[in-house]
């Protein structure tokens, strides 16, 4: 058990530019969720894969939001024409069957917009 | 859409002693699950005690427990013989079942902000 990794740790870009980030899953688990955490508040979710499946995403995921789980395994979040508003920690977390079981999060990546 | 609210922003506590962070939450589901998370400063979101709903019995981690209170719907965590790496920031987490065609996602508050110092 590597633990959820996710890459970069950290992103600076200008805005109006386009960011990708990686998520790798432990190994295992079959469900990956995506959370965004601003500073002082609690991570709030974007979005939700099972296996290669994305089953919901949150009202937050404007349409400048994209996420993939191609294979069911790693998931990559794209954000395209950054705002400053788009300055966040982005979380992975990920959790296998039955239903209920706790998920594990990365470390995150810090985006910055400058 | 649930709710989960911890109405202590911050808090304080001595090496040692015990402590108590409030959590209250709104669903109209009967069967669901609850979290207390930890998060250390630049570090990595942590699980502390996972609660299922339908169990009467309040879960226990070491030196970490809880007190549910369905019909109240309150979820408390007590942190016991309080430890200087206890110091972090605590969220708790409300997840609906699939079951009930809820979505897995969990829905955090705003946490609470708990010292422990020497």
């Known amino acids: 058990d590597t633990g959820v990794s996710q890459d970069p740790r950290h992103k600076i870009t200008k805005r109006g530019q386009n960011v990708t980030f990686r998520c790798d899953p432990i190994s295992e688990h079959n469900r990956l969720y995506w959370y965004r955490q601003t500073l002082g508040q609690g991570p709030e979710f974007l979005t939700y894969?099972?296996?290669?499946?994305?089953?919901?995403k949150s009202r937050l995921l404007s349409d400048r939001f994209s996420a993939e789980r191609p294979k069911g395994s790693f998931s990559t979040l794209e954000i395209q024409r950054t705002e400053q508003g788009d300055s966040a920690m982005y979380l992975c977390?990920?959790?296998?069957?039955?239903?209920?079981?706790?998920?594990?999060f990365g470390d995150g990546t810090r985006l910055s917009i400058l | 859409a649930q709710t989960v609210t911890q109405s202590q922003p911050e808090m304080s506590v001595q090496e040692a002693e015990t402590v108590t962070l409030s959590c209250t939450y709104d669903?109209?589901?009967?069967?669901?699950?609850l979290f207390w998370y930890k998060q250390p400063p630049s570090r990595q979101m942590i699980l502390v005690i996972r609660q299922e709903a339908y169990k009467q019995q309040n879960a226990t981690e070491n030196r970490f427990s809880v007190n549910f209170q369905k019909a109240a719907k309150s979820f408390s965590l007590k942190i016991s013989d309080s430890q200087l790496g206890d110091t972090a920031m605590y969220f708790c987490a409300f997840m609906s079942t699939s079951t009930q065609g809820g979505s897995e996602k969990l829905v955090f508050g705003k946490g609470t902000k708990l010292t422990v110092n020497p």
């Open positions: 977390a990920s959790s296998h069957n039955p239903e209920g079981q706790p998920q594990h």
């Open positions: 894969f099972q296996n290669e499946a994305q089953l919901e």
């Open positions: 669903t109209s589901e009967n069967n669901y699950y």
